[in-house]
Structures are given as structure tokens and as C-alpha cells.
């Protein structure tokens, strides 16, 4: 046991958030906020002779900068922006050949699951599955596998999985390692500081934070990879629109705010769960019963506001309790300021089979929070009288 401490939080992130690539001086009229770009092409000097941009899917002012701004909060070197978090790994699979394999964490995102399995598949790129432990993922290794996929903490059970376990395997043996990110942000957790080769993220949860944008990014270090990557981007034409892009740059000068409050507050709500006697159990990777509770501590500086709980219940008991909440909203997605909650056995993973359900102990009384930013007290009480009306 390693005490009670998480790795410490990065001191200057809120400055380079609010900072990083966004000094006036770049600009001409010396803007202090990055000024949104929406011109789709460039005026050149002669013919093949521009300043710097020559057409906005290649490359985009507003873009460039919130590229380069989330690439440092990743503590990485090239950041890329795309149309939505699919958007972002459909551009991945680019990096792959008809032949190659996929290695998967098998608790990963429904979406990346179904892209995978029903369109990679298509273009003879296979995809099979691991269990989260490290050594799962050394043993279902094939000569073929080229690229190994995980997702930390998952979704909704929020388990753990040992980046750089499984960072050692695929350095090993010569595998891309891609991390989803989205659940923690750079704020409480850095992949490629724990030995990713890529990091990728959907945008549209905690990064954008306001529930108004769909966009994904992809961060990495390597030269060869990320000129592969700036390649992929403009041939496949996954790029986000800049005005989306200027959204997101405002919403990043907030996510060091934002994160600690959700932080703070679904902790909170973790306990008073815990100790309500309608719940059954609670899952929140801060919660020191939480079974990768160590693993945790020893590679993120926190937790976000996800966090699951079993009711005592059935379908019908779900159900009553979600449609009795007043401030949390009955919704899928998450990581926006406004609290969300969702039964995922029939809303987010009602596409997952029933039997890989099961064994995830994705059941009809597992109840998923997105924990927002509204006074804690207030949704306290709003969990308190909708687990009374059950
Ligand atoms: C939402 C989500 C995605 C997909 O992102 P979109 O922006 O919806 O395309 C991928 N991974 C995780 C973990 C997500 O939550």
C-alpha cells in the first residue's frame, strides 16, 4: 500500500491552457483571443509560393493553435483535430494494412467496437479482444497485431488498466499502443508520459466540456508517426470546422476548473452513495475499495465525475429512479457541465451482445452518473429523492 496519495497534479496546466500557442504577436492585429479563421483557401504570391496556409482542410489558423495547445497538455508533440472521436480513430486505422490485427481492450467504447468490427473489418483489418489485465494482452498477441488498443478507466465499470504494462508489452514487441483518454483528460492522467505511442480523445465529453461540440483529437510524439498522422488527416478529409475549433479553445481555458470540481463532486456523491441503504455498490476509481484503487493512485492524478452504482432493484426500479431525477438529466454522453445519469444496459451498450454484458456486470440495475457542475448539495438532494421515490 502507497498511502493515500495520487501523482501529483501538473502545476502549470492551466497556464498553457490558457496560454500555449496564443500569443497576440502572431496575429496582425495583435487579437488576444485567437481569432476564428473561416476562410477555406489562401491568397498565394505565385503559384505554389504561400505564406503558410494554402487550404483549410490541410491546414487552418484556429485549427493549428488548438492543435499545438492540446498537444502540450498531452505533454506531446503533434496534436491533430478531427470531425468527432470516430472521426479521429477511423483516421487511426489509416496507420494499418489489410492483414494487420488489432489487439482491443475488450471493455472499450461501443462505437470504436463497431468501427472496428463491422467497417475495419471490411477492409481485411481484424480486431480481437483482450481482458484488461496486462498479461492478458501479452498472451493474446499474434504475429500480425500491429496495433494495441485500450481505454482507461472503461466504460461504465470504470476499470483500470496498467498503461505502462501494457506500454512495456507493445514496445516489446514492436506495437503501436493508442490510449483513449477521454474519460480522465490530461488533467488527471498522461499516456504518453507513461509510455503510449498515441494518445486519442473524444473532444466532445470533457475537453469541450459544454455539450455543444462533437470533436476528436490524436496526440503523438514520434516523428514518423505523426507525419503519417498530418497525412492521414488531409488525405482523409476528417477535419473539424475551425469555428468548432475556436469553441473548444474557449472551453480548454476552463478544464483545469472544471476537472477539479467534477472531481470534488463525484467523489462526494461516490460516498453518499455508498452509504445510502438503496444502493447496492458503488464504483469510482477514488473510492479506496475500488479493486485497481493502488494502480490508480500510482498512475493518475485523480478522477473525473463518472461514476457507476448499482441499485437494489430491478429494470423497473432503474427506471423509476431515472425518470424521478429533476437536475440530473436523462441522457446519454457525458463530461459536460450539466449532470447526466443513464441506464447503460439499454441506452450506451444495448449494442454490446447480452452475454458479454453479463460478464461485464453490465446489468439492468447498473446505473451510470456524469457528474456536472451544479451545486453538490443540490444534486445530493436530487439522487436522495429520486432513490426515495423507488
Ligand atoms: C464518446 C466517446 C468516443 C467517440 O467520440 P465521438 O466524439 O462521439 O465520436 C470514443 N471514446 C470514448 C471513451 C467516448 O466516450
Given at each position: 500500500m502507497s498511502g493515500d496519495s495520487f501523482l501529483p497534479l501538473q502545476e502549470e496546466f492551466a497556464t498553457l491552457a490558457i496560454h500555449e500557442a496564443q500569443e497576440p504577436e502572431q496575429w496582425s492585429c495583435m487579437e488576444v483571443v485567437t481569432p476564428l479563421s473561416t476562410s477555406t483557401t489562401f491568397k498565394q504570391n505565385g503559384p505554389a509560393d504561400f505564406k503558410k496556409y494554402e487550404y483549410s482542410r490541410s491546414g487552418n489558423p484556429t485549427r493549428e493553435v488548438l492543435e499545438k495547445v492540446i498537444a502540450k497538455l498531452e505533454d506531446g508533440k503533434h496534436g491533430f483535430c478531427f470531425s468527432s472521436g470516430l472521426g479521429a480513430n477511423t483516421t487511426l486505422l489509416g496507420l494499418l494494412k489489410s492483414g494487420d490485427h488489432i489487439l482491443c481492450i475488450n471493455d472499450v467504447y461501443g462505437g470504436t467496437n463497431r468501427l472496428f468490427t463491422k467497417v475495419a473489418s471490411r477492409f481485411g483489418i481484424e480486431t480481437s479482444f483482450s481482458e484488461i489485465e496486462a498479461d492478458s494482452f501479452e498472451k493474446n498477441l499474434r504475429k500480425n497485431t500491429k496495433m494495441i488498443w485500450i481505454e482507461t478507466p472503461t466504460n461504465p465499470t470504470l476499470q483500470v488498466c496498467d498503461i505502462q504494462r501494457v506500454a512495456d508489452i507493445s514496445k516489446k514487441n514492436n506495437v503501436i499502443l493508442v490510449v483513449?483518454?477521454?474519460?480522465?483528460?490530461?488533467?488527471?492522467?498522461k499516456p504518453l508520459m507513461l509510455g503510449a505511442d498515441i494518445v486519442v480523445h473524444s473532444?466532445?465529453?470533457?475537453?469541450?466540456?459544454?455539450?455543444d461540440v462533437v470533436m476528436g483529437a490524436v496526440v503523438c510524439s514520434n516523428e514518423e508517426l505523426s507525419k503519417e498522422i498530418k497525412f492521414l488527416q488531409n488525405a482523409m478529409g476528417t477535419v473539424p470546422s475551425p469555428f468548432d475549433c475556436y469553441q473548444v479553445l474557449r472551453s480548454l481555458k476552463t478544464l483545469a476548473l472544471r476537472m477539479k470540481q467534477h472531481s470534488e463532486s463525484s467523489l462526494h456523491i461516490a460516498k453518499y452513495l455508498e452509504s445510502h441503504p438503496k444502493v447496492e455498490k458503488v464504483i469510482h476509481p477514488g473510492l479506496s475499495n475500488h479493486p485497481q484503487y493502488e494502480l490508480t493512485k500510482r498512475q493518475t492524478s485523480g478522477h473525473s465525475g463518472m461514476l457507476s452504482f448499482y441499485i437494489k432493484g430491478d429494470i423497473d426500479s432503474s427506471k423509476k429512479f431515472l425518470q424521478s431525477l429533476k437536475i440530473f438529466t436523462l441522457a446519454e454522453s457525458l463530461g459536460g457541465y450539466e449532470s447526466l445519469a443513464e441506464l447503460p444496459a439499454v441506452m450506451t451498450h444495448s449494442s454490446v451482445p447480452a452475454d458479454q454484458r453479463e460478464r461485464l456486470r453490465i446489468t439492468d440495475n447498473l446505473i451510470r452518473l456524469s457528474v456536472g457542475l451544479e451545486d453538490v448539495g443540490s444534486l445530493v438532494a436530487d439522487l436522495e429523492q429520486a432513490l426515495a421515490a423507488i
Amino acid at each position: 500500500m502507497s498511502g493515500d496519495s495520487f501523482l501529483p497534479l501538473q502545476e502549470e496546466f492551466a497556464t498553457l491552457a490558457i496560454h500555449e500557442a496564443q500569443e497576440p504577436e502572431q496575429w496582425s492585429c495583435m487579437e488576444v483571443v485567437t481569432p476564428l479563421s473561416t476562410s477555406t483557401t489562401f491568397k498565394q504570391n505565385g503559384p505554389a509560393d504561400f505564406k503558410k496556409y494554402e487550404y483549410s482542410r490541410s491546414g487552418n489558423p484556429t485549427r493549428e493553435v488548438l492543435e499545438k495547445v492540446i498537444a502540450k497538455l498531452e505533454d506531446g508533440k503533434h496534436g491533430f483535430c478531427f470531425s468527432s472521436g470516430l472521426g479521429a480513430n477511423t483516421t487511426l486505422l489509416g496507420l494499418l494494412k489489410s492483414g494487420d490485427h488489432i489487439l482491443c481492450i475488450n471493455d472499450v467504447y461501443g462505437g470504436t467496437n463497431r468501427l472496428f468490427t463491422k467497417v475495419a473489418s471490411r477492409f481485411g483489418i481484424e480486431t480481437s479482444f483482450s481482458e484488461i489485465e496486462a498479461d492478458s494482452f501479452e498472451k493474446n498477441l499474434r504475429k500480425n497485431t500491429k496495433m494495441i488498443w485500450i481505454e482507461t478507466p472503461t466504460n461504465p465499470t470504470l476499470q483500470v488498466c496498467d498503461i505502462q504494462r501494457v506500454a512495456d508489452i507493445s514496445k516489446k514487441n514492436n506495437v503501436i499502443l493508442v490510449v483513449d483518454n477521454t474519460f480522465l483528460t490530461p488533467y488527471f492522467q498522461k499516456p504518453l508520459m507513461l509510455g503510449a505511442d498515441i494518445v486519442v480523445h473524444s473532444i466532445t465529453k470533457y475537453m469541450n466540456g459544454h455539450s455543444d461540440v462533437v470533436m476528436g483529437a490524436v496526440v503523438c510524439s514520434n516523428e514518423e508517426l505523426s507525419k503519417e498522422i498530418k497525412f492521414l488527416q488531409n488525405a482523409m478529409g476528417t477535419v473539424p470546422s475551425p469555428f468548432d475549433c475556436y469553441q473548444v479553445l474557449r472551453s480548454l481555458k476552463t478544464l483545469a476548473l472544471r476537472m477539479k470540481q467534477h472531481s470534488e463532486s463525484s467523489l462526494h456523491i461516490a460516498k453518499y452513495l455508498e452509504s445510502h441503504p438503496k444502493v447496492e455498490k458503488v464504483i469510482h476509481p477514488g473510492l479506496s475499495n475500488h479493486p485497481q484503487y493502488e494502480l490508480t493512485k500510482r498512475q493518475t492524478s485523480g478522477h473525473s465525475g463518472m461514476l457507476s452504482f448499482y441499485i437494489k432493484g430491478d429494470i423497473d426500479s432503474s427506471k423509476k429512479f431515472l425518470q424521478s431525477l429533476k437536475i440530473f438529466t436523462l441522457a446519454e454522453s457525458l463530461g459536460g457541465y450539466e449532470s447526466l445519469a443513464e441506464l447503460p444496459a439499454v441506452m450506451t451498450h444495448s449494442s454490446v451482445p447480452a452475454d458479454q454484458r453479463e460478464r461485464l456486470r453490465i446489468t439492468d440495475n447498473l446505473i451510470r452518473l456524469s457528474v456536472g457542475l451544479e451545486d453538490v448539495g443540490s444534486l445530493v438532494a436530487d439522487l436522495e429523492q429520486a432513490l426515495a421515490a423507488i
